[in-house]
């Protein structure tokens, strides 16, 4: 499935539970791989749908510059040039609050998930869950990351368990690296690939 067809797909998908509910939670990712996907929905959808989302976001970088944030690629690609009074954007850290008190805030406000938007990393990580790294501290939907290998260190996501029971999964592999290491993932079976098993019935993107 590529960009225009997952996008047909989503809205037609996303106007039927409109009908349902009045507020539709959708939960994005960060990273460059997926500014195409948001800049194609900031264009085409219409701006009413934007009124029925709640955005959450799965995993933010601490300690970095903004514009090295995830909350700042989505805001900049996603909600550009939409005024803040016509979207709902959850983020992960508020200003005001220590990490252990936005770890806390958003645990309680993650609510159950109606769509998720998430990319998987080349060294086998989605949100900012690494394998073979635990969290330092896990709560039910969200965990706090050290990852002393990384370029940015200390990271907040959501958890495996919150991963694990989100049903409607789309999973996007775009660009040509990323198709490569999606071609990488089906054909060896490596323990790094680990998190690939929770994406088994989930919808994968390309942008072929």
């Known amino acids: 499935m590529n960009i225009?067809?997952?996008?047909r797909y989503f809205l037609k998908k996303i106007k039927l539970k409109a009908q349902k509910k009045q507020k539709i939670n959708v939960m994005v990712t960060g990273g460059n791989s997926i500014i195409k996907l948001y800049n194609?929905?900031?264009?085409?959808?219409?701006?009413q749908?934007?009124?029925?989302i709640n955005f959450f976001l799965t995993d933010e970088r601490l300690f970095?510059?903004?514009?090295?944030?995830?909350?700042?690629?989505?805001?900049?690609?996603?909600f550009n040039g939409l005024n803040k009074s016509n979207y709902k954007f959850f983020e992960f850290v508020q200003k005001n609050l220590n990490i252990?008190?936005?770890?806390?805030?958003?645990?309680s406000k993650l609510k159950n998930i109606d769509f998720l938007f998430i990319s998987y990393g080349e060294d086998g990580h989605v949100a900012s869950l690494f394998p073979d790294l635990k969290p330092l501290i896990n709560l039910k939907n969200v965990s706090l990351i050290y990852n002393r290998s990384n370029k940015y260190?200390?990271?907040?996501?959501?958890?495996?368990?919150?991963?694990?029971?989100i049903?409607?999964?789309?999973?996007?592999?775009?660009g040509k690296n990323k198709?490569?290491?999606l071609y990488q993932i089906r054909k060896e079976n490596l323990k790094k690939y680990n998190y690939f098993k929770f994406f088994k019935s989930s919808h994968i993107i390309t942008d072929s």
């Open 40 to 47: 194609y929905i900031n264009t085409n959808l219409d701006r």
């Open 179 to 181: 198709k490569k290491l």
């Open 100 to 107: 252990f008190e936005n770890l806390h805030n958003y645990n």
């Open 64 to 78: 970095t510059n903004l514009k090295d944030t995830n909350s700042y690629t989505v805001k900049k690609h996603l």
């Open 153 to 165: 260190k200390f990271r907040l996501s959501i958890s495996e368990h919150m991963l694990k029971k």
């Open 49 to 52: 749908l934007y009124h029925k």
């Open 4 to 7: 225009v067809t997952f996008y």
């Open 167 to 174: 049903n409607n999964k789309f999973l996007f592999f775009i």
